[in-house]
């Protein structure tokens, strides 16, 4: 039986934990125990509730300026915390001794640095997991975020070198197992995205292995929609984007039956929005219930929702708010079945763009043909491997 220690460091999307719940169910079933390591307390009560021992996770000090925007990942390193040796050397040996303590077969990382990089000092099996963005592309330098603007491959190898020699001061005293370089420092004895190639926001690569996405897509509100010919706008919409009350009240003024799920927002601000043929709930939705009849998927390019709306051929009208995000949408569109709205530009007029892509028949059949190569696709069998690989690794 292995011992599987999770570790979920960075990142606030709910995706990390219905990512790594999933595959400790699978796991346990398989007769192996988890253990979990949440950067977030509000998601140890679920855990433990089924069964699952769970801590509190070593965190690093996020500096109080950060970089708005990073030109490598080694960037998003000094922004998550690296440059702070102090910090980093604390949150290292906290890891450490968790490690020494719980005494895992196997550390598995999702958006997860410093659990990785002191697991690899101990020499411990480790696996990464993730939708891609978290396990960057490996190069020397660490290869630029935005492939389309010009970049100092000398300014780059910079940024690595700080990152490196903050690693190095952490790590006096504590181990002589230091990376040679910044792309060392996500070593892994295997890298499983749980995503389709596709979506792999730095495009398909050969060095991960793409086990598909998986996870649960049932819970939350159960919804069905009405019956009828007319069109079927889904929405997943966090209330925090700046384009939220825009976005809903031009999604009330199309001609269609419209399902908005907003999590986060008040629930008696969901009550107001909701009118005509327009609902709108404060939490998430059963997904297989709603998407597989869409007409139209509107979403921030979460992987997990994007993948959903792939295998069921849904084209999707895409409001990217961050770097990760808008990477995804950027492979949507390449593959002609979306459109999107990047968080710099003006916003349009949302009735009018909403419209317009519901009578795109391109956009329609590029759906269906993406739909088409996946059908029969198992997200259930998406966990399963994942599991398979995990304990494979633990076994050496």
């Not at 939490?283 to 007409?295: D, P």
Request: net charge negative; glycine share 8%; hydrophobic share 50%.
């Amino acid at each position: 039986m292995a011992r599987v220690l999770c570790a979920w460091e960075f990142g606030g999307d709910l995706g990390h934990v219905r990512r790594l719940l999933p595959i400790a169910r699978e796991l346990r079933a398989r007769g192996h125990s988890t253990v979990f390591a949440f950067r977030d307390s509000a998601y140890l009560h679920g855990v433990l509730a089924e069964g699952f021992e769970a801590f509190v996770a070593p965190l690093l000090r996020v500096p109080a300026a950060v970089t708005v925007s990073p030109l490598n990942f080694s960037d998003i390193l000094l922004n998550l915390g690296f440059d702070d040796p102090h910090g980093l050397h604390g949150a290292l040996r906290a890891w450490r001794s968790m490690y020494s303590l719980l005494d895992p077969d196997v550390v598995v990382t999702d958006y997860a640095p410093t659990a990785l990089l002191a697991a690899a000092t101990l020499e411990l099996p480790r696996v990464t997991v993730g939708t891609g963005f978290s396990q960057p592309r490996v190069g020397e330098p660490l290869p630029a975020l935005r492939t389309w603007e010009p970049s100092d491959p000398n300014v780059l190898r910079a940024i690595d070198d700080r990152v490196l020699n903050s690693v190095r001061a952490a790590l006096a005293g504590v181990s002589d197992r230091v990376p040679r370089s910044a792309a060392g420092l996500f070593d892994a004895n295997a890298h499983l995205l749980c995503t389709f190639a596709e979506i792999d926001p730095f495009g398909a690569r050969a060095d991960v292995e793409y086990v598909g996405p998986q996870g649960d897509a049932t819970s939350g509100v159960n919804l069905d929609w009405p019956p009828g010919e007319r069109a079927r706008v889904f929405a997943y919409l966090k209330p925090g984007d700046a384009r939220f009350a825009a976005v809903l009240g031009a999604l009330g003024q199309l001609d269609a039956d419209v399902i908005v799920a907003a999590p986060g927002l008040a629930p008696e601000a969901a009550l107001g929005a909701s009118r005509g043929s327009m609902r709108v709930v404060a939490s998430t939705v059963n997904l297989e219930r709603v998407i597989g009849a869409a007409t139209l998927c509107v979403c921030h390019a979460g992987p997990g929702v994007v993948a959903r709306g792939l295998a069921a051929g849904v084209p999707f009208a895409l409001l990217p708010q961050h770097l990760e995000q808008y990477l995804v949408a950027q492979r949507v569109r390449e593959a002609g079945s979306a459109e999107l709205i990047s968080p710099d530009e003006p916003p349009p007029d949302f009735v009018a763009w909403f419209a317009s892509l519901l009578a795109r028949e391109d956009l329609k059949e590029a759906a269906r043909e993406r739909a088409s190569a996946l059908r029969g696709y198992s997200f259930a069998a998406g966990t399963q491997r994942v599991a398979e690989r995990i304990v494979a690794v633990a076994a050496g």
